[in-house]
């Protein structure tokens, strides 16, 4: 069955049109709830959200699919979404559900669903949620007696707090250093800080001011020059910019300078490497990573694993192969040890606790190898993809023999946008502009033309 819902991270859209709707809402609430009922007991869901205004039309737009079905709400409001995976399994829910449009702009929403293990749905289940939200559904409605309820848990953000406190070495603190926190607007703006602050840091935190449409705007981990800024300003230490929904991060450094998922993933996994944390012998990252950080740990006798775009393609591969530390180049940062999925707060109390146990400047311990040039264009469409033409597929085949063995090109469809993402990387940067650009005009006309 071909996907008419859910994308490579759950469902997303611009909020109030097809298909976030509250009326799809509804549906997905019902469907996602007949999914997981499953035994005799009494059935829960955790439902989290981020801080754009949507939320308060699609959060009861859930909750009455849920309880249509029989099945307990637990809201916890505002929060990242490693915190309601990290919920799903300590309050033995039976789902998990995030509504965030994670780096996205206020516009859009999306419903992302955990199981009661606390991960991300695997395609099989979804393709079974899609299944169910295009039947009639009428004849699974709960009976009066048998809906559910709806309860709020007032204390979710101290239960972050203190397992996000949890992975920060207890022999270690954040005293002497002093740390801008970018959250984005975003789900994190109440629990980043106050983690920070418990560990004993200088906290100079900056878009921790919500209002319902400023989520992503000229802040968080998309957009960090204010948080570059910051740091040169403050004389910080470094920077965190967190996005939306918190389960990713970029860091920068003393001076202000951008240090993206790649470094990080290097950083982590060479330390754990050499403290014998590290499992699999390796991590797990994706086809966007950059050239540089498979040759470095090439060179450190470790080996990188790449699988299709999407932090929960990068988990299932470390869940079935034995691997602890994986991520994406764009700062989902996963570390099966602490946690279930990307957790932005989490994986900078790892590079933080590296920077405390080195004793050196950020730009020291965080820039681990040389990124080979890599370019990467988004080209914007609407109506049928322009991929879907013979004269697009040969342009991308002549690129593809032009560059040879001297880099790499990748062409991909966006899961979340109708964007098709156009990268190459290689040791010639100079050819690397030529084949993206000339490949992006090639698309382009082509779209314009449909």
């Known amino acids: 069955m071909e996907r008419e819902f859910f994308g490579t991270d759950g469902i997303r859209g611009t909020a109030n049109t097809w298909p976030m709707t509250a009326e799809i809402a509804v549906r997905a609430g019902m469907a996602a709830g007949l999914q997981f009922t499953r035994g005799e007991h009494r059935h829960r869901v955790v439902v989290g959200k981020d801080t754009r205004l949507s939320g308060y039309m699609l959060e009861p737009a859930l909750t009455a699919g849920f309880t249509s079905v029989g099945m307990d709400v637990i809201l916890v409001g505002p929060m990242p979404t490693p915190a309601v995976a990290l919920l799903t399994r300590s309050l033995r829910a039976d789902l998990g559900v995030v509504l965030s449009a994670s780096h996205n702009a206020y516009a859009d929403n999306g419903i992302k669903l955990f199981g ?33 309820r709806a309860m709020r848990l007032e204390d979710a953000p101290g239960r972050y707090i203190e397992a996000a406190k949890a992975t920060f070495p207890s022999a270690n603190r954040l005293d ?32 921790v001011d919500p209002d319902g449409f ?16 910051q740091v040169v300003a403050h004389g910080a230490d470094v920077g965190i910019a967190l996005d939306g929904d918190a389960d990713r991060l970029i860091l920068a450094d003393e001076n202000g300078q951008l240090i993206d998922g790649d470094q990080l993933m290097a950083a982590i996994g060479d330390y754990w490497a050499e403290t014998g944390a590290l499992k699999g012998g390796g991590i797990v990252a994706t086809v966007m990573s950059n050239l540089g950080l498979e040759r470095y740990l090439i060179g450190r006798g470790l080996e ?26 764009s700062g989902h940062i996963v570390m099966s040890d602490f946690g279930t999925t990307g957790d932005g707060l989490v994986a900078a109390l790892q590079v933080l606790a590296l920077i405390v146990a080195e004793g050196r400047p950020v730009s020291e311990v965080c820039r681990r190898f040389e990124p080979v040039p890599q370019l990467l264009k988004n080209v914007r469409y609407t109506g049928a993809s322009p991929l879907d033409t013979e004269k697009v597929a040969n342009a991308i085949q002549a690129q593809r023999s032009r560059l040879g063995d001297k880099g790499r090109l990748l062409i991909r469809p966006s899961g979340t946008e109708p964007l098709i993402r156009v990268m190459a990387e290689g ?24």
């Open 214 to 229: 400023n989520i992503n705007q000229d802040c968080g981990s998309v957009h960090t020059d204010t948080m570059r800024e």
């Open 116 to 148: 009661p293990d606390g991960y991300k749905l695997s395609d099989r289940i979804e393709m079974e949620i899609e299944a169910r939200m295009q039947s009639d559904m009428a004849a699974n409605l709960a009976s009066p007696g048998d809906l559910g």
């Open 427 to 450: 040791d010639d940067g100079d050819l690397i502009h030529s084949v993206v650009d000339e490949l992006v005009d090639m698309i382009e006309a082509t779209a314009a033309a449909n």
């Open 304 to 329: 990188l694993i790449r699988t299709q775009v999407g932090d929960r393609y990068v988990v299932e591969h470390m869940r079935q192969h034995g691997y602890n530390v994986g991520g994406e180049q």
């Open 176 to 207: 002497g250093l002093k740390i801008v926190i970018d959250c984005a607007n975003g789900a994190a703006y109440k629990v980043a800080p106050t983690v920070l602050w418990e560990l004993e840091a200088e906290v100079i935190p900056i878009g």
